[in-house]
């Protein structure tokens, strides 16, 4: 059964940075493109960022230049490194793997950026 474990979220003021970890159990890492979404409260989930598995990355246009995705593939590991947050950017963070085949979503982690 794979399994997508997200860690990192928290509460920051404007301008700081977290960075988020998802790591993945089971064999689809490696396969897969990884990517963060993230949800608001009325809102609907949005793609935040993800990265193919040969690297190649893709950034929505509200993050770009603040955000970074990153993969390590020994660890079975993604990342999303935040910087200069924005109350905006509140949100439960959501990892997720995905492949023609297959399709798995972490539990969440909130972000919380107070001004």
């Known amino acids: 059964q794979v399994q997508l474990v997200e860690s990192g979220g928290g509460l920051v003021q404007a301008g700081g940075s977290l960075r988020l970890s998802c790591a993945a159990s089971?064999?689809?890492?490696?396969?897969?493109?990884m990517g963060w979404y993230r949800q608001a409260p009325g809102k609907q989930r949005e793609l935040v960022a993800r990265?193919?598995?040969?690297?190649?990355?893709y950034y929505a246009d509200s993050v770009k230049g603040r955000f970074t995705i990153s993969r390590d593939n020994a660890k079975n590991t993604v990342y999303l490194q935040m910087n200069s947050l924005k109350p905006e950017d509140t949100a439960v963070y959501y990892c997720?793997?995905?492949?023609?085949?297959?399709?798995?979503w972490g539990q969440g982690t909130q972000v919380t950026v107070s001004s």
């Open positions: 997720n793997s995905w492949s023609a085949r297959n399709d798995y």
């Open positions: 089971g064999s689809i890492f490696r396969a897969n493109v």
């Open positions: 990265i193919a598995t040969g690297g190649s990355t």
